[in-house]
């Protein structure tokens, strides 16, 4: 059955169009509040209403009419102090779900308190979503100085141990598109060094470990290794991201050491199996 607001004045159908336009207008406003969700980050957790609106290129009247709507849900909350924005415990109600579900995540949570009890330092476990590699769970250090990895914490930068780990099981092709096309960033980058990465993804992958040596961050130092499935496939990254002072070069191939024994144990409580070592 049709309105007669469904017709124009031939008396044509338009109900379909004018469904349409309005499915196209829900998801438009779908995008922009999981936009304006993503713009917070573990580096910037607190945002005001004109800083959000600058990252996501939107005007404040729709950030505000959007955060006004999450705050409702306690997606988000309000800093008494300042006034900004922060994420709200809300969406640990709508993550848990899925967190719950996440096999690999329930797998290798005692494996990650072993981890930690054994080298002192943070443990994680990262997942791979399309060109990015996201924390899902971590065992924090106990040491007062330490580096550690937030849930929902996101990476994106090339010399990541964690990006390392699950690039390297990507087809090359697929990796120089990644680099080239800035999904994936690299400062600088050139044909030299994008042969030279390309190359340490396959030392990486024979090594059975990466490493990130203060190299997208002075002060700190990642080793990750990768886990399998029962087919052989990367389907995640046990990562240890620790203080650079407190780590040796000694120290370091211990680390990468643990890490990889702990991918590996993550992987047999899996039912998974790793690539024979040259393949």
């Not at 849900?73 to 967190?99: K, S, Y």
Request: charged residues 25%; negative net charge.
């Amino acid at each position: 059955m049709t309105t007669p607001d469904s017709h124009d004045t031939n008396g044509n159908d338009t109900s379909i169009e004018s469904n349409g336009k309005s499915d196209t207008k829900g998801a438009s406003v779908i995008v922009n509040a999981i936009a304006v969700l993503r713009s917070f980050t573990a580096d910037e957790p607190l945002l005001g209403v004109t800083e959000i609106a600058n990252r996501v290129g939107l005007h404040k009247s729709t950030v505000s009419r959007i955060l006004a709507t999450f705050e409702q849900e306690n997606l988000v909350e309000r800093d008494e102090d300042t006034r900004r924005f922060r994420l709200g415990l809300g969406l640990i109600a709508v993550a848990g779900p899925l967190l719950a579900e996440l096999e690999e995540r329930r797998v290798a949570y005692p494996v990650l308190r072993e981890l930690t009890e054994l080298t002192g330092e943070t443990s994680a476990l990262m997942m791979w979503e399309g060109n990015e590699s996201i924390c899902v769970e971590q065992i924090a250090s106990r040491h007062q100085i330490k580096h550690t990895t937030p849930l929902g914490a996101r990476y994106s930068d090339a010399l990541s141990s964690s990006v390392q780990v699950f690039l390297a099981t990507e087809p090359e092709e697929r990796v120089r598109s990644l680099l080239l096309g800035g999904a994936i960033k690299y400062p600088g980058l050139d044909e030299t060094s994008l042969e030279a990465y390309l190359a340490r993804l396959k030392d990486d992958a024979r090594r059975g470990w990466a490493v990130n040596y203060g190299e997208s961050s002075l002060d700190e130092v990642g080793v990750a290794a990768p886990v399998y499935d029962h087919r052989g496939d990367v389907v995640a990254a046990v990562l240890i991201p620790a203080p650079r002072f407190r780590v040796s070069s000694e120290r370091l191939q211990s680390l990468g050491e643990s890490c990889a024994a702990a991918a590996n144990k993550v992987t047999a409580r899996l039912g998974g199996n790793a690539p024979l070592a040259g393949r």
